[in-house]
């Protein structure tokens, strides 16, 4: 089974609660500098490896590779998209996403991100490209939409998986409504405009009686463009140096394997002595003999 972990979504989460004092004690590296959300983050990935049983774990990035060049949500919205997103107070992330960066491929953990697109549209090309099953680990319910017969989604809040046999028992709606459904209810964290006065049950009774929706043609146009912009089966597809980066990154990754002397180095670097006071456990999980198969041929 593939790990597929939505790196910057763990982050923040780790950050947050380490932001409160309320979870863990600090750690500090050698320079005096606090690493705990590094520390939390690394540990969460350890537990989510012994949980599903597998080494074989993907972390994605939302860090784009060409950071100057906007992608096509951006054009179709004139700018709209995401334009209401505040990044205050995480500028200490960024330093701990680094550390973060720096130890995954001691633990034999590949790490990618988008050439101009987003982290989700990584994640989509990942598992619909895989000949393995898979675990996408995240909050972020627009990345439900992935679900198959060989992927789930492990929600960080519920702590629970969500498949495709449970999936309309837990959100009410059918999976293969879902996209549409979100087309029309919009999206808050994004800044996708939904119809007006459509809230959850009005929208989920439009997409079950589809044929006989009675929407208005402006309506369906809105619905068509959120479609466009949310359905992570399209994105990556847009631009053909999308999936080349992908494709380049994994495989300047293939031979990363565990490295038990270079983990403890980093465990020291970064003050994480709890972690070399553990080796032993980390080993068992990461440094198993290495099976892992090629995620594409």
């Known amino acids: 089974m593939n790990i597929i972990i939505d790196g910057n979504n763990l982050a923040y989460r780790c950050h947050w609660i380490a932001s409160s004092g309320k979870t863990y004690n600090k750690t500090i590296d050698e320079k005096g500098f606090e690493t705990t959300t590094a520390f939390m983050f690394l540990n969460s990935v350890k537990s989510f490896a012994n949980l599903f049983n597998s080494n074989s774990i993907y972390v994605i990035w939302d860090k784009k590779i060409k950071s100057n060049i906007p992608n096509f949500r951006k054009e179709l919205t004139q700018g709209e998209y995401k334009s209401n997103r505040k990044y205050d107070n995480v500028d200490p992330l960024f330093h701990q996403i680094d550390i973060i960066d720096e130890t995954l491929p001691t633990l034999g953990i590949k790490k990618m991100c988008p050439y101009i697109m987003e982290g989700d549209d990584v994640i989509a090309y990942l598992v619909q490209s895989s000949k393995k099953n898979n675990i996408i680990i995240s909050v972020d319910h627009d990345l439900l939409q992935l679900i198959t017969p060989t992927t789930s989604f492990y929600d960080l809040n519920k702590k629970k998986i969500i498949d495709h046999n449970n999936f309309e028992e837990e959100f009410n709606i059918k999976l293969n409504n879902f996209l549409r459904y979100k087309a029309i209810l919009g999206d808050n964290g994004d800044n996708i405009k939904g119809l007006k006065g459509y809230g959850e049950v009005n929208s989920k009774k439009i997409v079950e009686n589809w044929t006989n929706n009675g929407l208005t043609n402006e309506q369906l146009k809105i619905v068509e463009q959120n479609i466009k912009l949310m359905d992570l089966s399209y994105g990556y597809t847009v631009y053909?140096?999308?999936?080349?980066?992908?494709?380049?990154?994994?495989?300047?990754?293939?031979?990363?394997?565990?490295?038990?002397?270079?983990?403890?180095?980093?465990?020291?670097?970064?003050?994480?002595?709890?972690?070399?006071e553990n080796v032993k456990i980390w080993n068992k999980i990461f440094g198993q003999k290495n099976t892992l198969e090629l995620l594409f041929s």
Request: net charge neutral; proline share 3%; glycine share 2%.
């Open 240 to 276: 053909p140096e999308e999936v080349q980066s992908y494709i380049q990154q994994l495989n300047d990754q293939t031979k990363i394997i565990f490295n038990i002397d270079k983990f403890k180095e980093q465990c020291k670097k970064y003050g994480f002595l709890t972690n070399l």
